[in-house]
Nanobody
């Protein structure tokens, strides 16, 4: 019912930048909080950044002003601008969305994960 299309991953040198995009679609009432998580090999998945429909943001402690999350509500798209990338930022980055829909007259709040996009930071 919901689809997430992620793009923007790839290989970048340390100190470089990448911009990730994630576009949500589906027959829903609303897309609420949209977020990026990441998972490195052998490590748990962790929050990178999240943004509400009202543009309130939350970042993982490791971001330290290097990343900026934004969204275009008209396009149901969330962006993650990543600057000053480090080798330890290497991971699969996953888009996550909280959404609401109505079933038989009742509101349901659900969530959905994208399939992930690989980010490699290496010289």
């Amino acid at each position: 019912q919901v689809q997430l299309v992620e793009s923007g991953g790839g290989l970048v040198q340390p100190g470089g930048s990448l911009r990730l995009s994630c576009t949500a679609s589906g027959n829903v009432f609303s897309f609420n909080t949209m977020a990026w998580y990441r998972q490195a090999p052998g490590k748990p998945r962790e929050l990178v950044a999240a943004i509400t429909s009202g543009a309130s943001t939350n970042y993982g402690d490791f971001v330290k002003d290097r990343f900026i999350i934004s969204r275009d509500n008209a396009k149901n798209t969330v962006y993650l601008q990543m600057n000053s990338l480090k080798p330890e930022d290497t991971a699969v980055y996953y888009c996550h969305v909280d959404y609401s829909l109505y079933l038989a007259g009742f509101r349901r709040d659900l969530d959905y994960w994208g399939q992930g996009t690989q980010v490699n930071v290496s010289s």
